[in-house]
Nanobody
């Protein structure tokens, strides 16, 4: 079973940037697609971004395209989420998740994923 640990969240002013990290252990990292979700208070968990096992393919929620960048370093068993031009509506707990099967596919529905980190809180002040 893979374990995921997120870090990098914090309090930032609107317009600022953060880089979130997700360190993986316990399972061959490089074979699995990875992704990020977020959950704002009182709202359902939503897909943010995903990256294929090789890093060659990425996809994003429309709400974050052009501001967020997902990347991975398979040598370090880590996936990153670079967040630029932060907005107050980006305030949420950000979760890292791993696909359940090897390959490039990563579901956008959080209910289809079972491997999660504990989350890291991002708070954006206006």
């Amino acid at each position: 079973q893979m374990q995921l640990v997120e870090s990098g969240g914090g309090l930032v002013r609107a317009g600022g940037s953060l880089r979130l990290s997700c360190a993986a252990s316990g399972r061959p990292f490089s074979s699995y697609a990875m992704g990020w979700f977020r959950q704002a208070p009182g709202k359902e968990r939503e897909f943010v971004a995903a990256i294929s096992w090789s890093g060659g393919s990425t996809n994003y929620a429309d709400s974050v395209k052009g501001r967020f960048t997902i990347s991975r370093d398979n040598a370090k068993n880590t996936v990153y989420l670079q967040i630029n031009t932060l907005k107050p509506e980006d305030t949420a707990v950000y979760y890292c998740a791993a696909s359940t099967q090897p390959g490039a596919y990563f579901p956008r529905n959080y209910k289809n994923l079972t491997i999660w980190g504990q989350g890291t809180l991002v708070t954006v002040s206006s």
